[in-house]
């Protein structure tokens, strides 16, 4: 895929390409012109000496034939050659350097009006210039003036050579400047696409960097902080009303719970007691789903919610267990503990348990009967100190296909959706937390040998 910017410099190569062979043509053919014109100059003042000598050796000797012309003087130009012709286009007289061939050219014979003509002689290109002779208002003889075309070829020589090597720099040049040009002009339109990338729906109150210069740049910039600032605005109203709405549903819940306890206690019938137990654990699960909705909202609204203070992971992590190992014991399933050393963190001890529950909580409902379930607290040093707790399984596992979704939302797993306990934000809100104290946790899993999370978080 092609870039605008490498777009752009490519057409501005093509055009400024073009442009300078166009000039380039015109000037070597001007200048090609100007060459034949100051040749045909020359020839002319040239043939105009050789004619008044011929005019008045005609004079003198009554019109010579062959062999009957005295020496003609040459001088000035450098390399010219000339030859007579008489009425029948015979050679009469001609230049010794011409010795045996004669100039060819394509009208022989006397002609009224002088003519310009190219040859090849010898290897050599000639300009020749064929113009009659008058005597006594007569047309007597032709007379050929050739001129070597050396010169002219070699200085236009020279400018196809200029043009040959001052054309490709010029371009290298031009497009060294517009990678340059373009490359600040899209600079700013770097950094954006960078700052773009970072912003998530965590940290929606960063802005684009809006560039000083009043441009489109400085536009797009603008538009794109006003599409963030409005779905910031929309996110907030969404979290907000999450957390109205299950703040609002507290207290009603709570009553219908204490409501229908006190109609159970009261009602004798088996029946009826035990379509009142199930209402009574549902409206807990619900309870509970709305308390852990409520967290998040106010998890995602302000990391204000939090209060730091030193916590001693060794003991929260033995407090946790102990608290799992009721259901545990239930289920047969053994939680193996193993603490390196004792660790303390900055950190706001209730949520942390509040993730650290889940995971155990997680690890033992999601087990077989008579399973095993490991938790591990060390401390790893490089790149930096942190605090690391494995929590691991010998379970059923998660699939491939759900592995990447655990973390999301009221996400579970298909073959626990029918599992009446959770409501698939356990791990959400645990992931929210353990990012709130800038660590990670991330989850690993075959599916028939067991799950892993890992849990890491730095020790100042
Ligand atoms: N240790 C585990 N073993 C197998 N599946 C797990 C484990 N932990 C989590 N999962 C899967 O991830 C889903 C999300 O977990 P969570 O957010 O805690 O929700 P919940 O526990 O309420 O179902 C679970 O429904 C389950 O499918
Ligand atoms: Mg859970």
């Known amino acids: 895929m092609l870039t605008i910017k490498a777009k752009i410099i490519i057409a501005y190569m093509l055009v400024f390409g073009m442009l300078l062979c166009v000039f380039a043509y015109l000037i070597y053919e001007s200048s090609r012109r100007a060459e034949i014109a100051k040749m045909d100059t020359r020839l002319e003042s040239h043939a105009d ?3 008044t000598e011929i005019e008045e050796q005609s004079d003198e000797k ?9 020496d003609i003087v040459t001088d000035g130009l450098p390399g010219v ?19 045996t061939k004669p100039i060819t050219f394509v009208t022989p014979t006397l002609m009224p009006r002088k003519k310009l003509s190219r040859i090849n002689m010898n290897g050599e290109r000639y300009r020749v210039l064929a113009t009659p002779v008058e005597v006594d208002d007569r047309y007597l003889y032709s007379l050929l003036v050739a001129a070597p075309m050396t010169e002219a070829a070699r ?36 950094t954006m696409v960078a700052t773009a990338r970072q912003i998530s729906a965590s940290n929606l109150d960063q802005r684009l960097l809006v560039p000083a210069a009043n441009d489109e ?17 929309a996110f907030s109203a969404q979290k907000q009303f ?13 009553i219908i719970y204490s409501e229908l306890e006190f109609a159970k206690r009261r009602v004798d019938d088996e029946e009826t007691n035990e379509s009142l137990q199930n209402s009574l654990s549902e409206i807990d699960r619900l309870a509970r789903m709305s308390e852990s909705l409520l967290l998040l909202a106010r998890l995602d609204s302000s990391a204000s919610l939090m209060t730091f203070s030193p916590v001693r992971l060794d003991e929260l992590l033995l407090e946790c267990v102990q608290l799992v190992n009721k259901i545990a014991e239930q289920k047969g399933i053994q939680i193996k503990v193993h603490v390196d050393e004792a660790v303390e963190i900055q950190g706001d001890s209730e949520r942390l348990k509040g993730a650290l529950l889940n995971l155990l909580d997680n690890a033992v409902k999601y087990s077989q009967v008579g399973g ?16 690391q707790i494995i929590v691991a399984d010998n379970g059923p596992g998660i699939s491939p296909g759900d592995l990447p979704h655990v973390f999301e939302r009221f996400y579970r797993a298909s073959s626990n959706r029918g599992e009446s306990s959770g409501s698939g934000l356990g791990l959400a809100i645990a992931q929210r937390i353990i990012s709130l104290h800038d660590g990670s946790l991330v989850v690993g899993s075959k599916l028939g040998k067991g799950t892993v999370f890992t849990l890491t978080l730095p020790v100042s």
Not at 62 to 70: C, L, N, S, T, W
Not at 218 to 227: I, K, P, S, Y
């Open 155 to 190: 200085n236009l020589t020279h400018l196809r050579l200029l043009f040959l090597i001052s054309i490709p720099s010029a371009l290298v040049l031009a497009s060294i400047a517009a990678y340059l040009i373009t490359h600040s002009a899209f600079r700013p339109i770097a």
């Open 81 to 99: 050659l000339f030859e007579v012709r008489d009425s029948v286009g015979e050679a009469v007289l001609k230049d010794s350097l011409l010795s």
């Open 217 to 233: 740049i400085r536009q797009l910039a603008e538009t794109l902080n006003g599409m963030i600032e409005r779905i910031d605005s």
């Open 62 to 70: 009554r019109f010579p034939q062959a062999g009957e012309f005295g």
């Open 242 to 254: 999450i957390a109205d709405a299950s703040h609002e549903l507290r207290t009603p819940l709570t």
């Open 372 to 387: 095993e379930v490991g938790a591990s607290l060390s401390i790893l040093t490089s790149p930096s100190r942190v605090a």
């Open 49 to 51: 000496k050789l004619k």
